[in-house]
């Protein structure tokens, strides 16, 4: 527990500052160009090359390249470094093609992704996504770096990188948001108002991976382009991802039906006179605040349990598999719990406070916040999914997740589109976000089930059980708190960003005292051990 502990805070710390920064980033870019058709149009484009990194990368690196990479350390003589070099030729010959073809069919990627977009909305869209699309190749070149890091124990820089990223993104929104007078008005957005949000946005990408090679250089990694491919074990590579690449399909065309359902709500709203109502950009917006506990503390953990369950796998130990994966869980619920129910309670409070500026409205931040209460309810079940699906990659095992994604994206995607043909337009969004929720409860039960046989004596579901209990009862309280200060703040101040953020410091703040005493008092060990560890840290 105390070397993941360790591990985990270091990228913690910089994973906070990233998702903080980048919550600046995306308050800046909402201010700026809005949540109505501009900001769909921008948020479409933004997610066309983590479609295709994932779908041709991406999805390999945790699954599949990162047990390879040990695998080579352990066997190779050379401890790996020639099949990394390989493996670095690789990505960068595939990913500069791809950015290519990206760019090409970009239009076609568009009304893949959209459904009822306005023909300017459309035109806007694609040209953003041909600025945006050459990114990909930086983004997954950086990615490879970071893998590569995390092999060694080095997880800083992947985790601070992303800080640089953010503060350029920011200071494009800043300047379009000072030299632009088309603000969030797709009609009136000029040639040279599109390359600034393109062009900046991909900039930003282009820094991040310049740290990520730099510091992999520093760890001793030495890039010598390699074309003895033969050795380069694609075909190995290549039997695992299969399943690996039917994971990310899956995955994909779960999100494919999500963002065309959330452009039709807007369709929908604008068919009937409606005004703007919740679309894509407020629920990615939302799921970026969703993911900001989980990127913290989850992520974290994720990326430092990954390569020890390797290596425990590779040495036989499943007692170990199942001792760490027990922790990593308990470590994880211990953040993730209150703050689900936290954003439950102030999910509105955050949004209007960190959205409602400039072409964001006040309302339309309201909208976005009753998303992100939704997404609340999917912060545990969500968590612990991803963790579980990383005691099939310590194996090698990419066929199973697969198998539970598929049901995953069925459940979600048939749910989604009941309540979509069910929903008037403004709550679409809330119940795409419910769909999403109720897939990862489904899909989390059916890991467990069959990763508890994967290590051949269970993952200790009694005390995880346990465990989760002790700390809502703890976090229940909290809410409550924060529940009274949101009544009490509303009832005297309305709503607008200076009350928005009394409520999060009142509410918040006094909620995460009382969750912390009430934990210290029922003894929560892994609660402890955090606070021992920022004490530590704080006191140097």
């Not at 109505?36 to 945790?62: E, H, K, R, V």
């Not at 790996?80 to 990206?102: F, K, P, S």
């Not at 963002?259 to 894509?280: R, W």
Request: proline share 3%; glycine share 10%; hydrophobic share 55%.
């Amino acid at each position: 527990m105390s070397r993941m502990l360790r591990a985990s805070a270091i990228m913690a710390a910089g994973t906070m500052v990233s998702r903080l920064t980048g919550f600046v980033r995306t308050a800046v870019l909402a201010s700026a160009i809005g949540v109505a058709a501009l900001g769909d149009a921008y948020n479409i484009a933004y997610t066309i090359p983590f479609i295709l990194f994932d779908l041709l990368i991406g999805g390999m690196l945790s699954s599949v390249v990162v047990p390879m990479i040990v695998k080579a350390q352990k066997q190779d003589a050379d401890g790996g470094r020639a099949y990394e070099q390989r493996l670095m030729t690789v990505a960068t010959l595939a990913l500069l093609a791809i950015a290519v073809v990206g760019v090409l069919c970009a239009p076609l990627l568009i009304q893949l992704l959209t459904t009822d977009l306005t023909p300017r909305a459309t035109e806007v869209a694609t040209t953003l996504a041909r600025y945006i699309l050459p990114q990909i190749a930086f983004f997954g070149i950086g990615a490879i770096a970071g893998a590569i890091l995390n092999t060694r124990d080095r997880f800083a820089a992947p985790m601070w990188a992303p800080v640089l990223n953010n503060v350029i993104v920011i200071a494009v929104g800043l300047t379009y948001h000072f030299i632009s007078r088309t603000g969030g008005d797709v009609k009136a957005a000029t040639s040279s108002d599109l390359a600034l949000l393109g062009l900046g946005t991909t900039a930003g990408i282009v820094v991040q991976s310049i740290v990520l090679i730099i510091a992999v250089h520093r760890v001793g990694f030495r890039f010598v382009p390699r074309f003895d491919l033969r050795n380069a074990r694609l075909g190995e590579m290549g039997r695992a991802g299969v399943w690996t690449l039917a994971f990310v399909v899956f995955n994909q065309i779960g999100f494919i039906v999500t963002t065309n359902l959330a452009t039709g709500a807007t369709g929908k709203a604008i068919e009937q006179k409606l005004g703007h109502v919740a679309g894509i950009a407020s629920y990615s917006y939302a799921f970026q605040l969703f993911q900001l506990p989980y990127g913290i503390i989850a992520v974290s953990v994720i990326t430092a349990m990954l390569p020890r369950m390797s290596r425990y796998v590779h040495d036989g130990d499943l007692g170990a598999i199942r001792e760490e994966f027990a922790s990593g869980v308990r470590l994880v619920a211990a953040v993730i719990v209150p703050a689900g129910l936290l954003l439950m309670v102030l999910g509105p409070a955050v949004t209007v406070l960190i959205f409602a500026h400039g072409s964001t409205s006040v309302t339309d931040a309201l909208n976005m916040g009753n998303v992100l209460q939704v997404f609340g309810l999917a912060l545990v079940p969500f968590s612990i999914y991803q963790l579980l699906l990383r005691v099939f990659y310590s194996f090698g095992d990419t066929r199973t997740p697969a198998l539970i994604v598929a049901g995953n994206v069925v459940v979600n995607s048939g749910l989604s589109f009941v309540l979509y043909l069910t929903l008037p337009p403004h709550l679409i969004v809330m119940g795409l976000a419910m769909a999403f929720t109720a897939s990862y409860v489904v899909g989390g039960v059916a890991a467990w089930t069959l990763a508890s046989k994967k290590v051949g004596g269970g993952l200790g579901g009694r005390i995880v059980a346990s465990g989760l209990s002790r700390m809502y009862v703890a976090a229940i309280p909290a809410a409550v708190i924060a529940l009274i200060a949101l009544w009490a703040t509303q009832e005297l101040a309305g709503v607008t960003p200076l009350s928005s953020a009394i409520m999060l410091v009142a509410g918040g703040g006094l909620g995460v005292v009382g969750y912390l005493v009430i934990s210290q008092r029922m003894r929560i060990a892994e609660i402890s051990s955090i606070i021992g560890l920022v004490a530590g840290r704080v006191g140097r």
